[in-house]
């Protein structure tokens, strides 16, 4: 059950980030000589070659489950620290 929370607000959390870079770049005007900043010139980009490091980078993340301890707690006792 606690699996299906942590999945669920992950997938909240992925699903916001585009919609809250959306809302702050479409508040951010440009500088005052109408030059475009840093982060406007990457959204402008719009370069997609990053979509199999960010695969590479998810699949390390994966890899990390398997350093989990395996618990030997039966569900009726407290787990020792």
Do not use: H
């Not at 699903?15 to 809302?23: D, K, M, R, T, V």
């Not at 479409?26 to 475009?36: I, K, L, N, P, Y």
């Not at 900043?37 to 370069?47: F, I």
């Amino acid at each position: 059950m606690r699996d299906r929370w942590k999945a669920a607000l992950i997938a909240a959390a992925a699903l916001s980030i585009p919609l809250a870079a959306e809302a702050q770049t479409g508040a951010q005007t440009g500088t005052s000589d109408d030059r475009m900043t840093e982060t406007q010139d990457r959204v402008a980009d719009q370069n997609d070659g990053d979509v199999p490091w960010d695969l590479l980078g998810l699949l390390g993340l994966a890899g990390l489950l398997g350093l989990r301890r395996p618990s030997d707690n039966d569900g009726y006792t407290d787990d020792p620290v």
